[in-house]
């Protein structure tokens, strides 16, 4: 396939680069917000724009469940129902399915042919084949897609690791025979087709990352993911896993760090050669009250930002900006105590600030190391 990533710049394992996509290019490294179901919490169009945003994450499942296919299409894709003219990718849904039945079996059930599960908004049965994830994320018609894949839990054993991959490699080719199935049936010209990402499970085990990550290249799909969590199940991050894994990525190809994260560990990530990034954190955290802020000194440090929230007492009579280095609306134009004003009476206006706020600090952070 048709390489649509350029390297432009490179910094020991770090890089930059170039993607481009139907929608429009791409500087790598980037964040994208997650506009889970078509959109971002409390956040406008408008909103979004302003502060910079391009490239934003939908998700396959939510969409498929609610508000349906049939109207996503009916609105000509999910471009023009969010009306967003910038890249979109579909993450699978794979995560949130498997999550579901692991939390509760009786919610579905997983064989090698497909997922079967019930929705948690009216209990009705579905299934979702690889097949169908493909068909789905062509009919939301994004710039970017992501294989349907088996997402082991973290207490995973090895035995049963082996199980998860050999079905996520599995389903990996089904997704890449109904890709080519699809760009040849809808007349895609190459230029204009999605890119696909296949995404590395194996936990903590190293040699089964390998295994799996051998396997999709052999696929030569567009990009890679960091499947599962980047943290062992004492929090702990997992460095030499993050840093192996990018290595058994070939250098020409995307490598996604799929849910990843907080500050500190998408810097480290970017300095192993990561290019992508997308999490809920920075709007979640947003409209709980808890605030990025940028402090002075390099970003390999550690404290090169703090956290505040913006609940606490502390702050009830601090008339100062919320960070003086920040240009967002918030802190422009309202005191840290305005802020907190909103957050006690509950008004949404201060959730829609904050969340404004974190995601210019994650915007400005990628430009910082895009630099």
């Not at 406008?44 to 391009?54: C, N, T, Y």
């Not at 192996?244 to 500050?263: C, H, N, Q, S, Y």
């Amino acid at each position: 396939m048709e390489s649509f990533f350029e390297i432009t710049k490179r910094n020991n394992l770090a890089r930059t680069g170039k993607i481009r996509t139907k929608n429009g290019e791409i500087n790598t490294p980037f964040f994208m917000p997650d506009a889970t179901r078509g959109f971002v919490k409390s956040l406008s169009k408008e909103d979004l724009e302003k502060i910079g945003i391009g490239p934003m994450v939908v998700n396959t499942y939510h969409l498929y469940l609610q508000p349906g296919m049939e109207l996503i299409k009916k609105a000509k894709g999910i471009h023009e129902f969010m009306e967003w003219k910038s890249p979109l990718l579909s993450d699978s849904g794979g995560y949130q399915i498997f999550s579901l039945i692991h939390k509760n079996p009786e919610m579905g059930h997983i064989t090698d042919e497909k997922a079967i599960f019930k929705s948690p908004l009216d209990g009705k049965r579905h299934e979702l084949t690889p097949e169908k994830s493909i068909q789905i994320q062509f009919d939301l018609g994004v710039d970017m897609m992501v294989v349907l894949d088996d997402v082991p839990p973290v207490s995973y054993s090895d035995k049963k690791l082996k199980i998860a991959i050999d079905r996520t490699l599995m389903w990996a080719k089904r997704c890449k025979i109904e890709y080519e199935k699809q760009i040849k049936e809808r007349s895609i010209a190459e230029d204009q087709r999605p890119l696909i990402f296949g995404v590395i499970q194996g936990g903590k085990n190293a040699a089964l990352r390998r295994y799996c990550a051998e396997e999709l290249v052999k696929l030569d799909f567009d990009g890679y993911g960091f499947g599962a969590r980047h943290v062992d199940e004492n929090g702990v991050f997992m460095e030499e896993m993050v840093k192996e894994t990018a290595m058994m990525i070939p250098e020409d190809k995307l490598r996604f760090a799929l849910g990843v994260g907080t500050p500190e560990d998408i810097v480290k990530f970017v300095a192993f050669g990561w290019d992508m990034f997308d999490c809920v954190i920075p709007t979640r955290e947003g409209r709980h009250g808890r605030l990025f802020i940028r402090k002075d000194g390099d970003l390999e440090k550690k404290d090169f930002y703090e956290t505040i929230n913006i609940n606490n007492e502390k702050f009830k009579e601090d008339f100062s900006p919320a960070d003086p280095q920040c240009g967002c609306e918030l802190c422009k134009n309202h005191t840290r105590a305005y802020l907190r004003h909103l957050f006690v009476s509950k008004d949404p206006l201060g959730m829609r600030l904050a969340s404004i706020h974190n995601l210019k600090f994650y915007l400005d952070l990628m430009r910082e190391l895009r630099k």
